[in-house]
């Protein structure tokens, strides 16, 4: 189905780009002043870019992956994916704030996804219960 193609390509295009958040975050995030993270729980841009490139891009990718191929956790992964990336974006806003286009891209984005997870898996409901 198409919508599922489509899922497929944002999840994957959200986790390479969650890479390549984590590859900076991880490297220093050399002009993203420490100054935005006080008030919170960390001291550096280390941990949140572990978390991004340990966590969220690999189920973003899986997910993607899981659609693309039509396996059977691709569902469950999606909606988890959707969820993610939706809290992610949230709490780091709550975090430094609006900083950047990226961040209202990316939470659009996210619910999308999740919008389009949720047919999914009401579809997959409504499959279930004409099959019973």
Known sequence: MAEDRALAVLDAVVGVSAIGGA????GGAPQWPREWLEGSPFRSYLVPGLVLGLVHAPLDLAAGYALWRRRPEATALALTSGA????WIAT???IIG???FLQPLLGVVGVVSLALAVRRARREG???QRAA
Request: aromatic share 12%; proline share 0%; charged share 25%.
């Open 98 to 100: 609006l900083r950047s």
């Open 92 to 94: 780091q806003y709550r």
């Open 23 to 26: 590859t900076y975050a991880v």
């Open 84 to 87: 993610v990336q939706v809290g």
């Open 126 to 128: 409504c499959d279930r």
